[in-house]
C-alpha cells in the first residue's frame, strides 16, 4: 500500500487508512486502533502523498523524506517522537540538511517521525512514486491543451400553451366579483 491511501485527519490522533467512499464522506481505518470512522466533509483531511517539507530551495515531498529515513534506518523504526526538541532537530538535519529551520518547527518533525515510526509499524514501507502521479502531470497538460470551451446549451423557447386551469381538473373558477365578498 501506498502514501495516496494514508490520511492525517486533523482532530484526530494518528494516521487513518482509506477504507471506502460514502455519501457524505468516507470510511477510514485507524493505523493505531484498527477502528473504523466515518469521515465527513466537515473534517480537514490531508493525503500524506500531499504534504511536503520546507527547505532552502524547495518542496520536499514527505515520500522523499520517509525514503531518507529509511535509508538511515535500514527499514526499521527510528528515534521516538517523544524525544527532546533537541535530538529531533539533530536527527532531522541529519536526515535533510537543507531543512527551512524558520518554517520547520519542532512539532512538524515530531509528527513525521511519528507518522515514520508508525507506517513501520503497520507495514507500509513503499514510498516510491505510483505510476499516476508521475503521469499526472503529463495527463493534465494534455487535457489543458485537448478542452473545448463549450457554451451551456440554450433555453428551450417557450411555448404558447396555457397552463391548465382549475375547472379542468374538476375544481370551480372564481370571478373577481366572488372573490371581494
Same mark, same amino acid.
Given at each position: 500500500?501506498?502514501?495516496?491511501?494514508?490520511?492525517?485527519?486533523?482532530?484526530?490522533?494518528?494516521?487513518?487508512?482509506?477504507?471506502?467512499?460514502? /455519501?457524505?464522506?468516507?470510511?477510514?481505518?485507524?493505523?493505531?486502533?484498527?477502528?473504523?470512522?466515518? $469521515? =465527513?466533509? /466537515? #473534517?480537514? $483531511?490531508?493525503?500524506? =502523498?500531499?504534504?511536503?517539507?520546507?527547505?532552502?530551495?524547495?518542496?520536499?515531498?514527505? /515520500?522523499? $523524506?520517509?525514503?531518507? *529515513?529509511?535509508?538511515?534506518?535500514?527499514?526499521?523504526?527510528?528515534?521516538? #517522537?517523544?524525544? @527532546?526538541?533537541?535530538?529531533?532537530?539533530?536527527?532531522?538535519?541529519?536526515?535533510?540538511?537543507?531543512?527551512?529551520?524558520?518554517?520547520?518547527?519542532? =512539532?512538524?518533525?515530531?509528527? $513525521?517521525?511519528?507518522?515514520?515510526?508508525?507506517? *513501520?509499524?503497520?507495514?507500509?514501507?513503499?514510498?516510491?512514486?505510483?505510476?499516476?502521479?508521475?503521469?499526472?502531470?503529463?495527463?493534465?497538460?494534455?487535457?489543458?491543451? =485537448?478542452?473545448?470551451?463549450?457554451?451551456?446549451?440554450?433555453? %428551450?423557447?417557450?411555448?404558447?400553451?396555457?397552463?391548465? @386551469?382549475?375547472?379542468?381538473?374538476?375544481?370551480?373558477?372564481?370571478?373577481? %366579483?366572488? /372573490?371581494?365578498?
Amino acid at each position: 500500500m501506498s502514501l495516496e491511501k494514508v490520511l492525517s485527519i486533523s482532530g484526530k490522533p494518528g494516521l487513518y487508512k482509506l477504507k471506502s467512499q460514502t /455519501r457524505a464522506g468516507f470510511l477510514a481505518e485507524s493505523l493505531l486502533d484498527g477502528k473504523t470512522i466515518n $469521515v =465527513s466533509g /466537515r #473534517h480537514n $483531511v490531508s493525503l500524506l =502523498s500531499e504534504i511536503a517539507i520546507y527547505t532552502l530551495t524547495e518542496e520536499v515531498p514527505l /515520500r522523499e $523524506v520517509f525514503k531518507k *529515513i529509511s535509508e538511515k534506518e535500514d527499514g526499521k523504526e527510528t528515534i521516538s #517522537h517523544k524525544a @527532546s526538541k533537541e535530538e529531533l532537530e539533530e536527527f532531522f538535519f541529519g536526515i535533510m540538511p537543507d531543512y527551512d529551520e524558520d518554517r520547520v518547527y519542532a =512539532s512538524d518533525i515530531k509528527k $513525521v517521525v511519528q507518522w515514520y515510526n508508525m507506517l *513501520i509499524k503497520n507495514g507500509i514501507t513503499d514510498f516510491s512514486e505510483t505510476k499516476d502521479e508521475t503521469n499526472e502531470e503529463e495527463l493534465e497538460a494534455k487535457a489543458a491543451k =485537448s478542452t473545448k470551451v463549450t457554451s451551456p446549451k440554450a433555453a %428551450a423557447p417557450k411555448t404558447a400553451t396555457p397552463k391548465a @386551469s382549475s375547472t379542468k381538473k374538476g375544481g370551480t373558477t372564481k370571478s373577481a %366579483a366572488s /372573490r371581494k365578498t
